[in-house]
């Protein structure tokens, strides 16, 4: 809106207004204070600029995208631990006590929120990262460093990857959810009530409400995480919670995870270079990403999508043999269910 309004072009209008006779030429004291004026008076005018930007949701950032979103009862969520669990193994009666601190090579640190005995050669002891974001959700096996030394332990791992953690809501996800909570109004009851308290809770990235699923009054909402993903059991006692504190009298809510449908996948490759352990690698990105976008969007898992993604794969000349779920076809994900990356065998 003020782009015209640059230091040249007000520091011309502003010379057009000295009435002749005065020299205004570069140098003298009219062209010095003029100018000294219009550069101050551009950065006004490109502060302005950057005002009406931040008033509205399509472009407002941080702070005042979150004080967009608080006009609407609407705040940023935070940013999730991921929790799991760690097999401590060694002398029979050792105690790891609540808060030792366990971590995986690359440093990523989780803590035990429960004391744990050594029984029969391990103890199984629940852990949680000690900072927040998706970087804490780490595979199996990699949990394996003690940092501090504990009479009795001799090996720590994770038999289970980590899950539930996800990164502080971005900019982008924050308006998506203040445009939908807009842009469907949620009247007391309705399917967009329900899903907009689900959402409201860090590490829910989507909900599928059913109406009446099981008879009057009944309402299901079916949950996904931050990573398109079944969300643990304590997220979903969270959602669940919160709906019971907000619902209307006389509904009886049902909350639950989505259920997970696992796409296995076989292929035989010939390759171009490199190795088949890294093309397995790329690949298993690739389909984990296209997965995702289906995720409550989309019921079919296109065998054509995933031969795109085989082909398309860097140092893959050519493919055969390509095996999705034992077969050759679509599959159909179920209503209430998610299609998330099972197996991936090359050879």
């Given at each position: 809106?003020f782009e015209?309004?640059?230091?040249?072009?007000?520091?011309?209008?502003m010379?057009?207004?000295?009435?002749?006779?005065?020299?205004?030429?570069?140098?003298?004291?009219?062209?010095?204070t003029?100018?000294?004026?219009a550069?101050q008076l551009?950065?006004?005018?490109?502060?302005?600029d950057r005002?009406?930007?931040l008033?509205?949701?399509?472009t407002?950032t941080?702070e005042y995208l979150?004080?967009?979103?608080?006009?609407?009862?609407?705040?940023?969520?935070?940013?999730v631990?991921?929790?799991?669990?760690i097999k401590?193994?060694?002398?029979n009666g050792?105690?790891?006590?609540?808060?030792?601190?366990?971590?995986?090579l690359d440093?990523?640190?989780?803590i035990?929120?429960?004391?744990?005995?050594?029984?029969?050669?391990?103890?199984?002891?629940?852990?949680?990262?000690?900072?927040?974001?998706?970087?804490?959700?780490?595979?199996?096996g990699t949990?394996t460093?003690?940092p501090?030394?504990?009479?009795?332990?001799?090996?720590?791992?994770?038999?289970?990857?980590t899950?539930?953690?996800s990164?502080?809501?971005?900019?982008?996800?924050?308006?998506?959810?203040?445009?939908?909570?807009?842009?469907k109004?949620?009247?007391?009851?309705?399917?967009?009530f329900y899903?907009?308290?689900?959402?409201?809770?860090?590490?829910?990235?989507?909900?599928k409400v059913?109406?009446?699923w099981?008879?009057?009054?009944?309402?299901?909402?079916?949950l996904?995480?931050?990573n398109?993903r079944?969300p643990?059991?304590?997220?979903?006692?969270e959602?669940?919670?919160?709906?019971?504190?907000?619902?209307?009298?006389?509904?009886?809510?049902?909350?639950?995870?989505?259920?997970e449908?696992?796409?296995n996948?076989?292929?035989?490759?010939?390759l171009s270079g490199?190795?088949?352990?890294e093309?397995?690698?790329?690949?298993?990105?690739?389909?984990?990403d296209y997965?995702?976008?289906?995720a409550?969007?989309?019921p079919?898992v296109?065998?054509t999508?995933?031969?795109?993604?085989i082909?398309?794969?860097?140092?893959?000349?050519?493919?055969?043999?390509?095996?999705?779920n034992?077969?050759t076809?679509?599959i159909?994900i179920?209503n209430?269910?998610v299609?998330?990356?099972?197996?991936?065998?090359?050879?």
């Amino acid at each position: 809106m003020f782009e015209d309004n640059t230091f040249e072009e007000l520091l011309n209008n502003m010379l057009d207004e000295i009435q002749s006779g005065i020299s205004k030429i570069e140098g003298t004291f009219t062209y010095d204070t003029l100018a000294a004026f219009a550069t101050q008076l551009a950065i006004a005018y490109t502060q302005l600029d950057r005002v009406l930007t931040l008033g509205f949701a399509d472009t407002a950032t941080g702070e005042y995208l979150d004080k967009r979103a608080n006009e609407f009862g609407l705040t940023r969520k935070v940013a999730v631990k991921a929790t799991g669990q760690i097999k401590a193994t060694g002398t029979n009666g050792t105690i790891i006590p609540q808060g030792t601190e366990f971590a995986t090579l690359d440093e990523t640190y989780f803590i035990t929120t429960a004391s744990g005995t050594i029984t029969g050669g391990t103890a199984t002891i629940q852990i949680e990262a000690v900072n927040a974001g998706s970087a804490s959700n780490v595979a199996s096996g990699t949990i394996t460093e003690i940092p501090v030394s504990i009479i009795g332990l001799s090996s720590v791992s994770n038999d289970n990857a980590t899950s539930g953690g996800s990164d502080i809501e971005s900019d982008d996800e924050l308006r998506i959810r203040l445009s939908d909570r807009v842009k469907k109004p949620a009247t007391s009851g309705n399917a967009n009530f329900y899903r907009n308290l689900a959402l409201e809770i860090p590490g829910i990235s989507e909900a599928k409400v059913i109406p009446i699923w099981y008879g009057s009054g009944t309402v299901k909402v079916i949950l996904l995480d931050a990573n398109k993903r079944a969300p643990i059991i304590d997220k979903v006692t969270e959602v669940a919670n919160h709906i019971e504190s907000e619902r209307p009298i006389g509904a009886t809510v049902t909350v639950v995870a989505a259920t997970e449908t696992p796409i296995n996948i076989s292929v035989d490759l010939t390759l171009s270079g490199g190795t088949l352990a890294e093309a397995k690698t790329v690949i298993e990105q690739g389909v984990t990403d296209y997965l995702r976008t289906l995720a409550f969007a989309d019921p079919i898992v296109r065998y054509t999508k995933i031969a795109n993604i085989i082909i398309n794969t860097q140092n893959i000349q050519d493919y055969q043999s390509l095996m999705v779920n034992g077969g050759t076809g679509n599959i159909a994900i179920a209503n209430d269910a998610v299609a998330v990356q099972g197996s991936v065998t090359v050879s």
